[in-house]
Protein backbone atom coordinates (compact mmCIF):
# COMPACT_ATOMS: atom_id res chain seq x y z
CA UNK A 1 0.00 0.00 0.00
CA UNK A 2 1.13 3.32 -0.90
CA UNK A 3 0.08 7.13 -0.14
CA UNK A 4 0.93 9.98 -2.57
CA UNK A 5 3.56 12.11 -0.46
CA UNK A 6 1.98 15.11 -1.46
CA UNK A 7 -1.52 14.12 0.46
CA UNK A 8 0.92 13.33 3.92
CA UNK A 9 2.35 16.93 2.85
CA UNK A 10 -0.60 18.50 3.03
CA UNK A 11 -1.87 16.63 5.84
CA UNK A 12 1.20 17.49 8.10
CA UNK A 13 1.60 21.42 6.48
CA UNK A 14 -1.66 22.32 7.55
CA UNK A 15 -2.36 20.34 10.49
CA UNK A 16 1.14 21.82 12.09
CA UNK A 17 0.01 25.53 10.16
CA UNK A 18 3.72 25.08 9.13
CA UNK A 19 2.99 28.13 7.45
CA UNK A 20 1.87 30.53 10.20
CA UNK A 21 4.57 29.20 12.65
CA UNK A 22 7.81 31.72 12.70
CA UNK A 23 11.07 30.13 13.57
CA UNK A 24 14.52 29.54 13.62
CA UNK A 25 15.94 30.13 9.68
CA UNK A 26 17.60 26.52 9.85
CA UNK A 27 14.43 24.81 11.06
CA UNK A 28 13.48 24.99 8.12
CA UNK A 29 9.79 23.42 8.59
CA UNK A 30 7.91 21.04 5.87
CA UNK A 31 9.40 18.74 3.39
CA UNK A 32 13.16 18.84 3.01
CA UNK A 33 13.93 16.42 0.76
CA UNK A 34 11.34 14.92 -1.90
CA UNK A 35 11.33 11.13 -2.96
CA UNK A 36 10.00 9.97 -5.95
CA UNK A 37 6.72 10.60 -4.71
CA UNK A 38 4.85 8.10 -2.90
CA UNK A 39 5.25 6.67 0.73
CA UNK A 40 4.85 3.17 1.93
CA UNK A 41 6.47 3.05 5.48
CA UNK A 42 7.52 6.34 7.65
CA UNK A 43 10.59 6.71 9.99
CA UNK A 44 10.38 8.93 12.96
CA UNK A 45 13.40 10.65 14.68
CA UNK A 46 14.05 13.53 16.88
CA UNK A 47 17.15 14.08 15.04
CA UNK A 48 18.11 14.28 11.38
CA UNK A 49 21.43 12.94 11.98
CA UNK A 50 22.85 10.34 9.52
CA UNK A 51 22.44 7.66 11.90
CA UNK A 52 18.90 8.52 12.25
CA UNK A 53 18.68 8.12 8.31
CA UNK A 54 20.58 5.20 7.85
CA UNK A 55 18.46 3.82 10.54
CA UNK A 56 15.54 4.72 8.60
CA UNK A 57 16.57 3.42 5.30
CA UNK A 58 17.50 -0.21 6.90
CA UNK A 59 13.84 -0.31 8.07
CA UNK A 60 12.54 0.28 4.72
CA UNK A 61 11.09 4.13 5.19
CA UNK A 62 10.74 6.11 2.19
CA UNK A 63 9.63 8.97 4.70
CA UNK A 64 11.62 10.01 7.74
CA UNK A 65 9.75 12.54 10.07
CA UNK A 66 11.94 14.58 12.20
CA UNK A 67 11.32 16.95 14.95
CA UNK A 68 15.22 18.62 14.05
CA UNK A 69 15.56 18.41 10.84
CA UNK A 70 18.77 18.21 8.42
CA UNK A 71 19.76 21.58 8.43
CA UNK A 72 20.76 22.56 11.96
CA UNK A 73 24.26 22.50 10.82
CA UNK A 74 23.49 25.72 8.58
CA UNK A 75 24.38 26.85 5.15
CA UNK A 76 27.25 24.21 3.93
CA UNK A 77 29.42 23.03 0.99
CA UNK A 78 27.68 20.37 -0.49
CA UNK A 79 30.87 17.92 0.31
CA UNK A 80 32.49 15.38 2.96
CA UNK A 81 29.86 14.41 5.64
CA UNK A 82 27.57 16.73 3.97
CA UNK A 83 27.14 15.33 1.08
CA UNK A 84 27.13 11.91 2.07
CA UNK A 85 23.90 12.81 4.10
CA UNK A 86 21.93 14.27 1.57
CA UNK A 87 23.15 11.77 -1.37
CA UNK A 88 22.25 8.93 1.72
CA UNK A 89 18.53 10.42 1.01
CA UNK A 90 18.81 10.80 -2.75
CA UNK A 91 20.32 7.20 -3.26
CA UNK A 92 17.88 5.48 -1.20
CA UNK A 93 14.55 7.36 -2.04
CA UNK A 94 14.19 9.07 1.66
CA UNK A 95 11.85 11.98 1.59
CA UNK A 96 12.49 14.05 4.85
CA UNK A 97 9.93 16.40 6.50
CA UNK A 98 10.48 18.22 9.77
CA UNK A 99 8.87 20.04 12.55
CA UNK A 100 10.39 22.09 15.00
CA UNK A 101 8.29 24.67 16.73
CA UNK A 102 5.06 23.79 14.79
CA UNK A 103 5.61 20.16 16.77
CA UNK A 104 6.59 21.70 19.70
CA UNK A 105 3.30 23.75 20.30
CA UNK A 106 0.41 21.76 18.85
CA UNK A 107 -2.24 21.65 20.96
CA UNK A 108 -2.54 18.03 20.68
CA UNK A 109 0.39 16.54 18.90
CA UNK A 110 2.70 18.65 20.20
CA UNK A 111 5.86 17.46 22.79
CA UNK A 112 4.52 19.88 25.72
CA UNK A 113 0.88 18.82 25.25
CA UNK A 114 1.84 15.07 25.05
CA UNK A 115 4.11 15.53 28.14
CA UNK A 116 0.99 17.51 29.78
CA UNK A 117 -1.19 14.61 29.39
CA UNK A 118 1.14 11.98 30.02
CA UNK A 119 1.97 13.93 33.68
CA UNK A 120 -1.98 14.01 34.26
CA UNK A 121 -1.99 17.82 34.54
CA UNK A 122 -4.57 19.37 34.88
CA UNK A 123 -6.55 23.06 33.72
CA UNK A 124 -3.40 23.06 31.01
CA UNK A 125 -3.34 26.55 29.40
CA UNK A 126 -0.58 27.94 26.88
CA UNK A 127 2.27 29.65 29.11
CA UNK A 128 6.13 29.63 28.07
CA UNK A 129 6.69 32.41 25.30
CA UNK A 130 9.93 30.97 23.64
CA UNK A 131 11.35 33.69 21.33
CA UNK A 132 7.77 35.52 20.85
CA UNK A 133 5.90 32.33 20.38
CA UNK A 134 3.49 30.44 23.15
CA UNK A 135 4.95 26.73 23.15
CA UNK A 136 5.08 25.99 26.77
CA UNK A 137 2.52 25.17 28.77
CA UNK A 138 1.01 25.68 32.67
CA UNK A 139 -1.25 22.70 34.76
CA UNK A 140 -1.99 21.80 37.97
CA UNK A 141 -0.04 18.33 38.91
CA UNK A 142 -2.32 16.70 42.10
CA UNK A 143 0.69 15.58 44.21
CA UNK A 144 3.73 16.60 45.92
CA UNK A 145 6.99 17.84 43.75
CA UNK A 146 8.75 14.57 44.71
CA UNK A 147 5.87 12.80 42.82
CA UNK A 148 6.29 15.11 40.40
CA UNK A 149 9.97 13.97 39.53
CA UNK A 150 8.70 10.52 39.65
CA UNK A 151 6.41 10.49 37.03
CA UNK A 152 8.37 12.94 35.18
CA UNK A 153 11.00 10.42 35.24
CA UNK A 154 8.37 7.86 34.38
CA UNK A 155 6.69 8.99 31.40
CA UNK A 156 10.18 10.13 29.72
CA UNK A 157 12.22 7.41 30.43
CA UNK A 158 15.30 10.15 31.76
CA UNK A 159 17.23 10.12 35.37
CA UNK A 160 15.81 13.89 36.54
CA UNK A 161 18.37 16.36 37.31
CA UNK A 162 18.30 19.65 38.82
CA UNK A 163 16.95 21.49 41.63
CA UNK A 164 14.18 20.59 44.45
CA UNK A 165 13.68 22.55 47.24
CA UNK A 166 11.67 20.47 49.45
CA UNK A 167 9.58 17.35 47.61
CA UNK A 168 7.39 17.10 50.35
CA UNK A 169 5.60 20.50 49.41
CA UNK A 170 2.02 19.84 46.90
CA UNK A 171 3.42 20.76 43.33
CA UNK A 172 0.31 22.69 42.58
CA UNK A 173 0.45 24.40 39.61
CA UNK A 174 3.79 23.90 37.52
CA UNK A 175 4.63 25.25 34.28
CA UNK A 176 6.53 22.53 31.27
CA UNK A 177 8.58 23.71 27.98
CA UNK A 178 10.33 20.36 26.44
CA UNK A 179 13.76 20.83 24.83
CA UNK A 180 16.49 23.61 25.01
CA UNK A 181 14.12 26.15 27.20
CA UNK A 182 16.01 26.23 30.68
CA UNK A 183 16.13 30.24 30.45
CA UNK A 184 12.99 30.40 30.40
CA UNK A 185 12.94 29.90 34.39
CA UNK A 186 13.12 33.70 34.62
CA UNK A 187 10.07 34.51 32.87
CA UNK A 188 8.28 31.68 35.27
CA UNK A 189 10.22 33.83 38.17
CA UNK A 190 8.02 37.08 36.93
CA UNK A 191 5.30 35.14 36.81
CA UNK A 192 4.99 33.64 40.51
CA UNK A 193 5.84 29.65 39.20
CA UNK A 194 7.50 27.95 41.97
CA UNK A 195 8.08 24.30 39.49
CA UNK A 196 9.48 24.79 35.73
CA UNK A 197 9.78 21.39 33.90
CA UNK A 198 12.05 21.39 31.07
CA UNK A 199 14.97 19.22 29.24
CA UNK A 200 18.14 20.41 28.82
CA UNK A 201 20.05 21.17 32.15
CA UNK A 202 22.00 24.25 31.91
CA UNK A 203 24.64 25.31 34.63
CA UNK A 204 23.25 28.94 34.91
CA UNK A 205 19.72 28.02 35.40
CA UNK A 206 20.41 25.51 37.81
CA UNK A 207 22.09 27.60 40.07
CA UNK A 208 19.47 30.80 38.69
CA UNK A 209 17.02 28.26 40.53
CA UNK A 210 18.44 28.20 44.11
CA UNK A 211 19.12 31.46 43.95
CA UNK A 212 15.25 31.92 43.09
CA UNK A 213 13.77 29.26 45.22
CA UNK A 214 12.29 27.89 42.11
CA UNK A 215 11.84 23.64 41.49
CA UNK A 216 13.58 22.85 38.46
CA UNK A 217 13.70 19.43 36.79
CA UNK A 218 15.49 19.07 33.97
CA UNK A 219 14.65 15.23 31.72
CA UNK A 220 16.77 15.96 28.47
CA UNK A 221 16.66 17.82 25.41
CA UNK A 222 16.20 14.56 23.93
CA UNK A 223 14.36 12.34 26.41
CA UNK A 224 11.10 15.51 26.23
CA UNK A 225 11.14 15.41 22.70
CA UNK A 226 10.22 12.27 21.24
CA UNK A 227 6.88 12.76 21.96
CA UNK A 228 5.65 14.59 18.70
CA UNK A 229 6.89 12.69 15.86
CA UNK A 230 4.85 9.65 17.48
CA UNK A 231 1.78 11.86 17.92
CA UNK A 232 2.84 12.60 14.29
CA UNK A 233 3.72 8.47 13.35
CA UNK A 234 0.00 7.88 15.29
CA UNK A 235 -1.94 10.47 12.81
CA UNK A 236 -0.48 9.15 9.89
CA UNK A 237 -1.18 5.23 10.90
CA UNK A 238 -5.10 6.52 11.16
CA UNK A 239 -4.92 8.69 8.39
CA UNK A 240 -3.47 6.68 5.60
CA UNK A 241 -2.99 3.54 6.97
CA UNK A 242 0.86 3.48 7.03
CA UNK A 243 2.82 1.56 9.15
CA UNK A 244 5.43 3.65 11.18
CA UNK A 245 8.87 2.54 13.16
CA UNK A 246 10.29 5.28 15.65
CA UNK A 247 14.19 5.65 15.49
CA UNK A 248 15.77 5.59 18.71
CA UNK A 249 19.13 7.69 18.68
CA UNK A 250 19.35 9.31 22.22
CA UNK A 251 21.86 12.01 22.49
CA UNK A 252 22.56 11.35 26.53
CA UNK A 253 21.44 15.22 26.31
Not at 165 to 170: T, Y
Request: glycine share 10%; charged share 15%.
Amino acid sequence: MSTPLSDIVSLLDSTLRISEIKDASVAMNGLQVENNGTVTKVALAVDGSQKSIDDAIAAGADLLMLHHGIFWCGLQAVKSWWKHKLQSCLNNNLAVYSAHLPLDLHPTLGNNASMAKALGLLDVQPEVDYHGTLIGLSGYFPGTIAELSAKYAEITGAKITGVIHDGSLPAGRIALCSGGAGEEIYQMHAKGYTTYLTGEENHWVSNAARDMGINILFAGHYATETFGVRALGALLEEQFGLPTVFIDNPTGM
